[in-house]
């Protein structure tokens, strides 16, 4: 009689440890390289390559020690190291990969041995858990050989209760080979668990052993690609490592890689590192195909249909966008026509959501040659000729229609959807995942109804209270305060799909994370709190009522931007305007006019040369366009090129062009119109022309030198707290400004709305912008540089006719590292290619040194015009010590302080060194100014801040009752008394 032994646990089972896997796992291994020929200066010298080549920063953080690194266990029965091979010990090298900014994986065997005969973990799991745990292991494979009798169910969640006892959060890998069909009943046990037999470097044949096959890579994927229904976050189908690099053509590996990103399989690399190829390089550091393996909704790709010999596959993405691949597996080059309306489809098994290729166009990304190939076709016809090369593929990344942000929306004719919009506050997020945190196709977005009385839809948008939009939710709902998480937003809007034109859908901005729905259909997903975004939803809109959902989660995070502390306040919810635009099928997207050149003065010149660019929504040449300036009598006929472009310089007289400048706000009506066949649309825009531009350690306005007389001003209602949004809130604070004496507004931390930049160019009043790059950002995160860098596009794109915008601000104090200076240096090359007519700058912190000097030694001085800096003398410091600083700029640049004060609650009185009281404020900001009065190039200065604002890192009671309290003028609008010291010093600058 043979006896079965089914290893179980004892009382209540533990799950896994949460949160190691929420995108599948990334590394690199020893195995498929090394195999037993492992040791501890191969591990080193792996992690050294892994960080020196980029591959750490491009998400492969594992570095997995396979089979072979074990040596005997001791008396008490805890495994120990190979000491011959790992002389050091395996928390050694543990520690070596750690500091690399890496993570340490380690093999085992749920049998009496390892495959290659080292001991195994049957009957010491918890041993080698607790072992595990104190050599500082991040990732165990856990083998199957030399099991006989054992049950893999209870082997595995075995040593996964071991795993979660030991007290260190370890992700299992589990490895089983699919033989007891692990993923119907392992999801709660491991983050992964193989589908196949072991692969090996081949792309379509099997090698035979006895006792056991090895797959190739198509082999692998057919096992593979029936299972997707079972994997999400945190529980991946794993088809066994990559073998890009060891071997097969530059094709087989590119088609290798490539499913596997297709798959979201775990993508953990089996090459020799320190020594790869370029192609191999290209292939595993492909980033946007690695954002593809690594997408949020974690969903594994769809094997839609074969065809021609072809096979054709797609993967819902976050954001409304779609992976889709064509694989040729065939050893011959196949050509075929793309029609995409033969892949009309709906993901019915797992996501729910559909491609809708007859009323949706995407953009068509090549995710290998990294170009855009143009736009999905409503139509159905041959789209385009492709041939895909033997044993390769074509990738592409479909792109969702957030289309590219409309220049001057106001000049559009718009149906505003402000007003009463039901919420829902989903703390769990229920309406948007299910209890396993996989999206949900029955999410709170299908706004669903009860059909039948014993229908069970546990929310109605309908029966929920009402906020108005814009606000935030913050201040208008108390229960929500200091909320910070997922509401839904619905309104519904009567209209009707329009032949002749398109449709936008356009946001001021939405704090922060948002998914919008029009008519229970996802039209994308955007990132980013403070700038605008639009999408075409023309092809959505039906006949009679229609409804908007949004999905917004102000949750911070520490790859965002902002990161995730930040002193003001987290301010959730639909902020700005919402509104549908009525466009022309053929518009202008963008222009640009401004003068060409620099300072007007001192030249005999009679002409003044102007320059004008604009952008068409369609990459088509012939098309007409016009651009007229009435009272300049100029009027300029221009054609498309073939990407829709024109591009033209014109002269004006110059003693008939009057300049912008704060005593005198001129700005000239401009008129841009477009034709195509059908008609002919214009739009308005009012466009000031001036120059700015540095000379030494002064900023030149029109020629002549300006000192800025400005104040920083965050983005809060004027009276109270709460986000501002509207004119009227803009005209109160910049008239409080303008009493001040200012010229110059810095618009801290972020975009303001677009009316504070409108307005204050009407008023006369210079404008500082900057991105919320603020203090201990991820610098070596790509995500967060990309989340950066798209802000600072959205900023540039929709202001960059404003005449007022004179410096674009790209930072405010970031601690000095390397990383940080690749980080902004790049940001601040971008920004001017964006814009050269405007100056670069940040906010930079000074070093103190002894005997009160103070020095500013930053190495983005080389790449800002102005150099800025943050300092609170009085406020971190004893005030008495200004009169003795010193202050030290090396660089041959203007300056700007950027930030001074201190804080003080109004109507609080006392001794001038009595903090809090407007007296001491008074004192500091007077000793203040006779400082930085000595400072030599100083050209301006912001001081902080304008208004008392929100910020939940100031909790005194009583005093600041969660207000920063250095503003001058109070939350309710009352000044204090230094608010007439800085104006008087202004009066006299």
């Known amino acids: 009689m043979t006896c079965c032994l089914v290893l179980t646990t004892m009382g209540v089972m533990a799950q896994k440890w949460e949160g190691l896997a929420d995108t599948p796992q990334m590394g690199w291994s020893t195995w498929n390289k090394f195999q037993g020929n492992i040791s501890e200066d191969i591990i080193k010298g792996i992690a ?188 991946w189908n794993d088809p066994d490592m990559l073998e890009v690099g060891n071997g097969m053509t530059e094709n087989e590996d590119r088609a290798h890689f490539t499913m596997w990103c297709m798959m979201a399989s775990p993508l953990i690399l089996g090459n020799d590192v320190r020594s790869m190829s370029e192609a191999t390089r290209n292939i595993i550091m492909n980033r946007e195909m690695i954002a593809v393996d690594q997408d949020a909704l974690g969903i594994q790709g769809l094997h839609y249909c074969d065809r021609d010999g072809l096979q054709f596959w797609f993967k819902p993405l976050a954001g409304g966008d779609w992976a889709f691949t064509i694989l040729n597996p065939t050893r011959q080059d196949i050509t075929f026509e793309l029609n995409w309306q033969d892949f009309n489809l709906t ?88 209890y396993r945190m996989n999206p949900t196709r029955w999410g709170f977005f299908q706004n669903a109804k009860p059909q039948r009385p014993e229908d069970l839809i546990e929310y109605d948008f309908d029966k929920s209270p009402t906020m108005h939009i814009p606000s935030d939710w913050n201040t208008q709902d108390g229960q929500l305060f200091f909320y910070e998480g997922t509401v839904w937003f619905k309104t519904s809007f009567q209209a009707a799909p329009m032949q002749d034109c398109r449709t936008l859908l356009y946001f001021g901005a ?68 919402v509104k549908l635009v009525k466009l022309p099928k053929t518009y202008i997207e963008d222009y640009t006019l401004n003068m060409v050149g620099g300072s007007p003065t001192g030249t005999k010149a009679k002409k003044q040369k102007l320059s004008f660019t604009a952008q068409l929504n369609r990459q088509e040449a012939g098309h007409k366009v016009t651009v007229s300036i009435p009272e300049l009598k100029l009027q300029h006929q221009l054609i498309t090129d073939a990407d829709g472009k024109v591009r033209s310089t014109f002269n004006v007289q110059r003693s008939a062009l009057q300049l912008w400048s704060p005593d005198s706000p001129k700005r000239y009506r401009v008129d841009i119109s477009v034709e195509d066949d059908s008609f002919a649309s214009t739009i308005t825009d009012s466009i000031g022309f001036r120059t700015i531009e540095t000379r030494g350690k002064e900023i030149l306005l029109n020629g002549k030198p300006i000192f800025l007389k400005g104040i920083s001003i965050h983005n809060e209602k004027p009276n109270g707290g709460g986000r501002a949004n509207s004119v009227e809130d803009a005209r109160t604070l910049l008239s409080w400004a303008k009493e001040l004496g200012c010229n110059f507004v810095r618009l801290a931390h972020y975009p303001h709305h677009e009316e504070m930049v409108r307005e204050a160019e009407r008023m006369g009043i210079l404008v500082w912008s900057e991105i919320p790059v603020y203090w201990t950002i991820a610098w070596n995160n790509p995500k967060t540089f990309d989340n950066a860098k798209a802000q600072l596009t959205d900023m540039i794109r929709r202001d960059h006719n404003r005449a007022n915008v004179i410096i674009w601000s790209i930072a405010n104090e970031t601690p000095h590292s390397k990383e940080r200076d690749a980080f902004l240096s790049r940001l601040a090359q971008y920004a001017r290619s964006l814009d050269n ?37 009085g406020w971190y410091r004893d005030v008495n010590d200004a009169p003795k600083m010193r202050w030290e700029i090396p660089y041959d640049k203007p300056v700007i302080i950027s930030e001074f004060g201190g804080g003080a609650r109004y109507g609080l009185h006392g001794d001038k060194n009595q903090r809090w009281t407007e007296e001491f404020q008074e ?43 250095k503003g001058l003028v109070s939350d309710k609008g009352e000044k204090k008394k230094a608010f007439y010291v800085l104006k008087e010093w202004y009066e006299s600058k």
């Open 48 to 235: 050294d390559a892994m960080v020196e080549s980029g591959l750490r920063d491009a998400g492969y953080v594992y570095i997995n020690i396979d089979d072979c690194w074990h040596g005997k266990r001791d008396a008490d029965g805890f495994i120990q190291t190979d000491p011959v091979r790992f002389p050091h010990g395996m928390k050694a090298v543990a520690d070596y990969v750690h500091k690399k900014g890496l993570k340490l994986g380690i093999y085992s065997d749920a049998g009496t041995a390892t495959c290659a005969g080292m001991p195994g973990s049957l009957g010491h799991e918890y041993q080698d858990a607790v072992q595990y745990a104190r050599w500082g292991v991040d990732y165990l494979k856990y083998d199957w050989c030399n099991t006989t009798n054992v049950n893999p169910q209870g082997a595995y969640q075995l040593i996964s209760d071991a795993l979660r006892a030991a007290g260190r959060p370890i992700l299992l890998s589990m490895c089983e080979w699919g033989n007891s069909k692990p993923w119907r009943w392992a999801r709660d046990v491991g983050h992964s668990w193989r589908t196949t037999p072991d692969i090996w470097c081949d792309f379509d044949s099997l090698r035979v052993f006895p006792g056991y096959t090895q797959f190739g890579v198509m082999q692998c994927i057919e096992l593979n690609d029936t299972l997707r229904q079972y994997a999400g976050r945190g529980h």
């Open 347 to 434: 993901d019915r098994e797992v996501s729910g959501l559909s491609t809708a290729f007859d009323t949706k166009v995407y953009q068509v990304y090549n995710l290998w040659t990294h170009k855009l190939e143009g736009k999905t076709s409503l139509k159905n016809k041959a789209d385009r000729k492709l041939t895909v090369k033997a044993r390769d593929v074509i990738s592409y990344r479909l792109k969702a229609t957030e289309v590219s942000l409309l220049q001057n929306v106001q000049a559009y004719k718009s149906m505003s959807l402000n007003g009463d919009w039901h919420y829902i506050v989903d703390v769990q997020e229920e309406g948007y995942y299910d």
């Open 510 to 577: 939405v704090n922060y994370d948002c998914h919008v729905y029009v008519n229970s259909t996802h039209v994308g997903h955007h990132i980013g709190g403070f700038t605008p975004f639009n999408y075409d939803v023309s092809d959505l809109l039906k006949e009679g009522e229609n409804t908007i959902i949004v999905k917004v989660d102000n949750k911070r995070h520490a790859e965002d931007v902002p990161t995730q502390i930040f002193d003001w306040w987290n301010y959730g919810g639909i902020t700005r305007d």
């Open 837 to 873: 007519t405007r100056l670069i700058s940040m906010a930079m912190e000074v070093t103190s040194a002894s005997n009160y000097v103070n020095r500013l030694n930053d190495n983005m001085n080389q790449y800002v015009d102005v150099v800025s800096f943050n300092q609170y003398i």
């Open 923 to 965: 004192n500091l900001y007077i000793e203040n100014l006779a400082m930085i009065d000595k400072i030599e190039g100083l050209a301006g200065t912001t001081p902080w801040i304008l208004k008392d604002f929100r910020s939940p890192r100031r909790v005194l009671p009583g005093v600041q009752d969660y207000y920063n309290r």
